[in-house]
């Protein structure tokens, strides 16, 4: 029986009643209870209709135990939950798509959010990769006006404009290091702002 089900029955609701509460077809609600598992838009309404979480609607992963027996070794099997495995190289690119602009810094997390966007990767590390290009694009004109309204010479201009460089490449490059070791990354921030 599909947790749709469950919870209408339990809520005495027929499926009319939720079709008319939800703004959903009959249709698609006979769908789910039959086995479709809803998502997105339908999804977010059911719950919202029902006054339950999206979770509760979804029906839920049961691991079982499955035990393979040996003459000589008895051995308990566990099979592994489906996660959801990140495309790695994918995330690499995503970050290295930053280094043709480190030079410039108020563009150089555009390549990665165009990457992200297109290819839909949206996991944790993109976004941590591509919040750390937009803090980068914000700080460094910072800094680098601050050198010309102190007016330090024109030497200390164009070196402030290379370690801002040189930094962002370094973080990109380092970052690129720790995904290939550790799938993490070295430089990474608290929050994100995508």
């Not at 601050?146 to 930094?167: E, N, P, Q, R, Y």
């Not at 690129?176 to 929050?191: G, V």
């Amino acid at each position: 029986m599909s947790e749709l089900k469950k919870i209408r029955e339990k809520q005495n609701l027929t499926q009319e009643e939720l079709a008319e509460k939800s703004g959903l077809s009959v249709r698609t609600i006979q769908r789910i209870e039959a086995g479709t598992e809803p998502k997105g838009y339908t999804l977010k309404t059911l719950a919202s209709s029902l006054d339950v979480s999206e979770k509760d609607l979804l029906t839920p992963i049961i691991l079982t135990e499955v035990v393979v027996e040996n003459p000589i070794v008895e051995e308990t099997v566990l099979p592994i939950e489906n996660e959801t495995i990140e495309n790695l190289t994918l995330i690499k690119i995503i970050n290295l798509s930053s280094l043709p602009l480190c030079w410039f810094p108020i563009a150089n997390f555009l390549p990665p959010l165009l990457i992200m966007l297109i290819s839909k990767q949206k996991s944790p590390l993109v976004k941590q990769i591509i919040s750390l290009q937009i803090i980068l694009a914000v700080i460094a004109p910072i800094i680098f006006m601050l050198v010309v309204i102190l007016k330090l010479g024109k030497a200390s201009v164009m070196v402030t404009m290379i370690a801002l460089t040189l930094v962002n490449i370094f973080i990109i490059l380092r970052n690129a290091y720790q995904l290939d070791k550790k799938r993490s990354l070295y430089y990474n921030l608290d929050f994100n702002l995508l």
